[in-house]
């Protein structure tokens, strides 16, 4: 058997080994891991993120380039101090699980959320083609009892609800990766650290000029959205 042959079918196995695992594993709905919820009712979130990660191809989300989108909404219409929002992600210990968008290498890089975005590098623990498919919550500083109880741990990021018809939304490899959906998907990522930027639309007439400065000011490479490097 032609090797290429061999590990295409190696992948579909662990992807319908992933389905087989899930049709008779937690079911729930509606369980925000910022809410703290009781033990039995967190177990389910736990379980699929266990049981995801016992199945996905981890070098091949090694390889994907992630980045995390900072909101038009945040910096435009609520008018947020872009300063701040930048240093709290770029200074963050990486143990707070951070959502992402993950791409293809040489892909072309971005999303209807934003046109500055955190390259980011870290372990990807959960990943669907569709972030409505997780809905992983909210940032933890939202919630001061999440963040005190997962002060020196740091937060995770769960699947807020599951049902076993889901489970075919879930990104286990590349073959289940769907290059159609790379502006909606989500890969949340753990012992994260922020690498570069990325400015989706470099036209010196449409960037905004402070943010690109207090980018700058990081001292951390800035691209395109072919990831090439940007002058500005």
Excluded: C
């Excluded at 177990?43 to 191809?57: S, V, Y």
């Excluded at 390889?63 to 930048?86: E, G, T």
């Excluded at 959320?113 to 939202?142: C, F, K, S």
Aim: charged letters at 25%; glycine letters at 6%.
């Amino acid at each position: 058997m032609h090797i290429r042959q061999l590990i295409r079918e190696i992948l579909l196995e662990d992807f319908e080994s992933w389905i087989t695992a899930t049709k008779s594993g937690p079911a729930y709905v509606d369980i925000q891991t910022a809410e703290m919820p009781s033990k039995g009712r967190a177990r389910g979130p736990r379980d699929i993120k266990r049981i995801w990660n016992q199945h996905a191809d981890h070098q091949f989300f090694d390889s994907l380039i992630k980045v995390h989108w900072l909101s038009s909404y945040n910096l435009d219409m609520r008018q947020m101090n872009a300063d701040r929002l930048i240093k709290s992600i770029i200074n963050g210990t990486g143990r707070d699980e951070i959502s992402t968008m993950g791409y293809l290498p040489g892909a072309r890089l971005g999303s209807m959320w934003g046109r500055y975005g955190v390259l980011i590098q870290g372990r990807t623990t959960l990943a669907a083609n569709d972030m409505d498919v997780l809905l992983t919550g909210e940032h933890p500083g939202n919630y001061p009892s999440a963040r005190k109880k997962w002060k020196s741990s740091g937060f995770p990021r769960r699947a807020s609800n599951f049902q076993p018809y889901m489970a075919s939304n879930y990104i286990l490899d590349r073959s289940s990766f769907d290059t159609l959906k790379t502006d909606g998907n989500e890969l949340v990522v753990d012992n994260w650290k922020a690498v570069g930027f990325v400015v989706s639309d470099p036209d010196i007439f449409a960037i905004n000029k402070n943010t690109i400065m207090i980018m700058k000011k990081f001292k951390l490479p800035i691209y395109d959205n072919n990831m090439n490097p940007v002058e500005l």
